[in-house]
Nanobody, 124 residues
């Protein structure tokens, strides 16, 4: 059973940058996809970005295109979310998730494994 653990959250000023990491362990397969989601207080959990382990193809939410970059290191079995030009609206708990499918999905219900979340706070 694959497990994921997020890290790298913190407090940053608007316009700043932060890199989140998601370390995977346990049983993995080449058809796995990894995703980043976020949830602000009182809001629904929303999709941020996803990447495939095998091909490295990516997909982003419109709200983060041009600012966030998702990447992977297959040797370290780690997925990253590089966040630039951060805005106060980006403040949320960020979650890493995994699913055993190569089909692109932006729905949190399609992801079967979740990390504990890491807090990102962007001040103005």
């Amino acid at each position: 059973q694959v497990q994921v653990v997020e890290s790298g959250g913190g407090l940053v000023q608007a316009g700043g940058s932060l890199r989140l990491s998601c370390a995977a362990s346990g049983r993995t397969a080449s058809n796995y996809a990894m995703g980043w989601f976020r949830q602000a207080p009182g809001k629904e959990r929303e999709f941020v970005a996803t990447i495939n382990w095998s091909g490295g193809s990516t997909y982003y939410a419109d709200s983060v295109k041009g600012r966030f970059t998702i990447s992977r290191d297959n040797v370290k079995k780690t997925v990253y979310l590089q966040m630039n030009s951060l805005k106060p609206e980006d403040t949320a708990v960020y979650y890493c998730a995994a699913r055993s499918s190569v089909v692109i999905s932006t729905s949190p219900h399609d992801y079967t494994t979740w990390g504990q979340g890491t807090q990102v706070t962007v001040s103005s």
